[in-house]
């Protein structure tokens, strides 16, 4: 069983940068692969980022390729997003997940474990 807590979230300005923070529980996290989802009103849940347990291989989607960059620590147990250059249409909820193999999936069905998310709100 892995626990997801998610950090960072907050109102910033179109331009502006943020770091989100999901620290997990268990001693095994650095044999997890991790993610990043979000979802805005209205819309599906979308992928973000994702990095392999390894740490080798990570995912972006398009949209954030460039901006957003996802990277763990295995000592301190936690996954980062850093988030730059914001948009307005970068608002949504984020949520961090977890997997057990070290495959860095775009796909949601994949991962085991989910965070009650962050909210990132991106004004113009």
């Known amino acids: 069983q892995v626990q997801l807590v998610e950090s960072g979230g907050g109102l910033v300005q179109a331009g502006g940068s943020l770091r989100l923070s999901c620290a997990a529980s268990g001693r095994t996290f650095s044999r997890y692969t991790m993610g990043w989802f979000r979802q805005a009103p209205g819309k599906e849940r979308e992928f973000v980022a994702a990095?392999?347990?390894?740490?080798?291989?990570?995912a972006y989607a398009d949209s954030v390729k460039g901006r957003f960059t996802i990277s763990r620590d295995n000592a301190k147990n936690t996954v980062y997003l850093q988030m730059n250059s914001l948009k307005p249409e970068d608002t949504a909820v984020y949520y961090c997940?977890?997997?057990?193999?070290?495959?860095?999936?775009?796909?949601?069905?994949?991962?085991?474990?989910w965070g009650q998310g962050t909210q990132v709100t991106v004004s113009s």
């Open positions: 997940a977890a997997a057990q193999f070290d495959i860095a999936s775009r796909y949601d069905g994949f991962y085991d474990y």
């Open positions: 990095i392999a347990w390894s740490g080798g291989s990570t």
